[in-house]
């Protein structure tokens, strides 16, 4: 099993940043593929970014594509998220994933393991 624990939401005005972490436990995640995704109030989840294992392979969703990073310390047994440029549109919970198969996709049902999501709200 893998615990993981989101941590860095909150709320912010446009044009602001936020920094996520998701810290994971129970077992490393250095082997696995990891994912950000969120969900806005009565929307369904959305994919916003995924990181290979080593980290060397990044894939953005256009709708955050150069304002938003992720990476990874797996020394640390961590992912972040770096949101920069916020928007309202961004406002949704925010929740990583681990892909333990591993698959390398966007969609949600193939990863196994889930955090409990952090609230961002970016007001205009």
């Known amino acids: 099993q893998v615990q993981l624990v989101e941590s860095g939401g909150g709320l912010v005005q446009a044009g602001g940043s936020l920094r996520l972490s998701c810290a994971a436990s129970?077992?490393?995640?250095?082997?696995?593929?990891m994912g950000w995704f969120r969900q806005a109030s009565g929307k369904e989840r959305e994919f916003v970014v995924r990181?290979?294992?080593?980290?060397?392979?990044?894939d953005y969703a256009d709708s955050v594509k150069g304002r938003f990073t992720i990476s990874r310390d797996n020394a640390k047994n961590t992912v972040y998220l770096q949101m920069n440029s916020l928007k309202p549109e961004d406002t949704a919970v925010y929740y990583c994933?681990?892909?333990?198969?591993?698959?390398?996709?966007?969609?949600?049902?193939?990863?196994?393991?889930w955090g409990q999501g952090t609230q961002v709200t970016v007001s205009s």
């Open positions: 994933a681990a892909d333990t198969r591993p698959s390398w996709t966007s969609d949600p049902l193939f990863y196994d393991f």
């Open positions: 129970g077992r490393t995640i250095s082997n696995y593929n």
């Open positions: 990181i290979s294992w080593s980290g060397g392979i990044r």
